[in-house]
């Protein structure tokens, strides 16, 4: 069924985001500054979290652990899931995958190139859970590696195999925590040091404010909020475009029902070339006046520059 742009509920969504870097830079720090955050600490490392910026987790030592403790009723009092890291958890998720089908694992124990499949499939599934079913942000965090690429040095994600490009498909914003001289950034735009991903006017080079005794950790949450309004600016914009859209298209129905021959045809052709269209009512509309004039029997006259009887009748002159 095709469906208007005005159509997308935007208001309420989720946020999806990634965020890489070195260890010890503040990706833990960061993420749980998303609003009412569970820290997934699949890393155990909350103890190197300064303890007041610290919040509720879970420590899970299995990917069904994961599973069992990620359910509605136990999240009643969270907005954010924190993923940390998001490498430990396709950890979690190899002896799971290949529990369920050995042919998802070697001899070995490691992974088969189809259990490298499955988790990446796993690992999308889960984030649309977390993103569809409970209704949560998430952030996953990631660490980063420097990888040589000719005479460049390229940072990517520390996951092995093709996974490392199945991560990003969910994800509405994600990008590389560095140090800039004295300053760390987020990198939301794409560049040759780095993939990223930025939406909604939210890209470019973000600067992390140091955090200093009694600032809040709250700049992912001003960060969503930013995002939230800006869904809220273009749903205002769409909103609108559909109204001049529905004005549109009733006027244009309206001056098409009143042809029935080639003179209403040319009498009514200038009222249709002015009407003021938004979204797709134009190209609608031109189908709908093409198969009312074919219904009718009527032809366009290069010569005449105006419509006429198919059959060959004469009507009155109206340019195109």
């Known amino acids: 069924m095709i469906r208007q742009p005005s159509d997308v509920q935007t208001k309420a969504k989720k946020i999806r985001m990634l ?91 490691s992974l088969s190139l189809q259990g490298y499949g499955a988790v990446g499939r796993e690992f999308t599934r889960l984030m649309d859970y977390c993103h569809y079913t409970l209704d949560k942000h998430f952030v996953v965090l990631f660490h980063a590696v420097e990888d040589k690429d000719g005479e460049n040095t390229r940072l990517r994600l520390m996951i092995e195999g093709g996974t490392k490009n199945t991560v990003w498909i969910p994800m509405d914003l994600g990008g590389f925590l560095e140090m800039q001289g004295n300053d760390r950034t987020l990198g939301l735009s794409n560049c ?28 992912l ?11 809220e600016a273009d749903a205002k914009l769409l909103a609108a475009d559909q109204e001049a859209y529905e ?10 029902h009143a042809v029935s021959d080639a003179d209403s045809a040319n009498l009514n052709m200038n009222l249709f070339k002015k009407i ?10 031109k189908v709908a ?7 009718l029997g009527i032809v366009f006259s290069v010569e005449k520059g105006c419509y006429i009887n198919a059959e060959g009748g004469d009507a009155h002159e109206k340019t195109q």
């Open 19 to 109: 965020i890489a870097g070195y260890p010890g830079i503040g990706k833990t720090t960061l993420g749980l500054s998303a609003p009412r955050a569970l820290h997934i600490d699949i890393d155990a490392g909350i103890d190197r979290i300064e303890p007041r910026y610290r919040r509720p987790y879970i420590q899970p030592k299995t990917y069904q652990e994961v599973l069992d403790d990620l359910v509605p009723e136990n999240l009643i009092d969270f907005d954010t899931l924190v993923f940390d890291t998001g490498g430990k958890l396709l950890d979690l998720m190899k002896p799971w995958a290949i529990k369920n089908d050995p042919k998802n694992g070697k001899r070995d124990g």
């Open 276 to 285: 003021k269209h938004s979204l797709s009512s134009e190209r609608e509309l």
């Open 192 to 219: 040759e040091r780095y993939f990223a991903k930025g939406t909604r006017g939210i890209n470019g080079l973000l600067k992390i404010p140091e955090l200093h005794d009694g600032d809040p950790n709250n700049y």
């Open 289 to 295: 006046w093409n198969r009312r004039i074919k219904d």
């Open 221 to 231: 949450t001003r960060l969503f909020e930013r995002y939230a309004q800006k869904e």
């Open 247 to 256: 004005a549109a298209m009733k006027r244009g129905n309206e001056i098409i």
